[in-house]
């Protein structure tokens, strides 16, 4: 099946449910990524300062609990554009410590710019790049044996419901031999306010954001979307740590989807859900850790402990 034939078919199982939804792996397209960078410039949105401060000042304290004894490498899930990870990877060059960067991404254009990038800040960094699906990669990876540091930041796991968190634990698990170890990033709850303005800023890039799905569907799958008779809604629910976002249909419409031939209706009101952002308590880290089979090494937390990069190991 091609990546747009896959899209199409998501699609249409999401428009046709019940509670209509659209998954939130869709929302990085070209021009969809674009508007992620904006939104990780916008003052609201702290994640991205949060692990930045991180991974640039604790990247010593995090090298010093990893006990491999040669040569290993650090294989990264979804880098985006390096910066943060950079950050980590300096202070290891630095130390002329054996390793070799392993970036892995679907799209060649983000692996080559990466590439390039990292380069041209760290010449002397042994880079082996990856294209391609993650989990194809994770057998190649777990057939290799080398010792492995894994890395998934950024926070994307707050978009996998809990039982999806549990079998991407057990995919990463798979790839991974005892005393091997696994860094991801957690936004941490925090004052509601502040996670609602986050998700929800004043300027509308979240809105554009989640309009761009529309807008997506409307070029790759011939859909009929009139994108100003929807809005926008997110809602944070600081008792359980879930983030929720929503388009909302403002009049009862109809939507054509010219490439499968489909129509969809839409009641006033009706809501297509688009993301999940669950913000943990580092208790429930532990407790997820814990149900998969991983211990704890670390949690490294900004200074204001709105984020986590945790270390795990098996
Ligand atoms: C890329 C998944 C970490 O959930 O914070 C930002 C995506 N959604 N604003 C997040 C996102 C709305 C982001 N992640």
New binding site residues.
Partial sequence: MTDLQTFARDIHKGLSAPRKHIS?KY?YDDIGSGI?QD?MKMPE?Y?TPCEFEILSLQGENIIQRLAFKGPFQIVEFGAGDGIKTRQLLKKLVERQVDFTYVPIDISAKAIEELTANMLSHLPSLKISPMIGNYFMMMEELAASGVPSLLLFL???I??YEAQEVNSLLADFRKCMNPGDYLLTGF?LQKNPATVRC??DDPKGI?KA?NINLLHRINRELGGSFKTNQFDFYSHYNPVNGE?R?YLVSLVPQKVHVGHIDKCYDFERNELIWT?L?KKYTLTEIEEVAAANGFRVVEHFQDCKAYFTDSLWTI
Avoid: H
């Fill in positions: 939130s929302f992620f939104i949105y994640p950024g926070g994307n707050g978009n936004d986050a998700y979240t954001f983030v976002s993301e952002s």
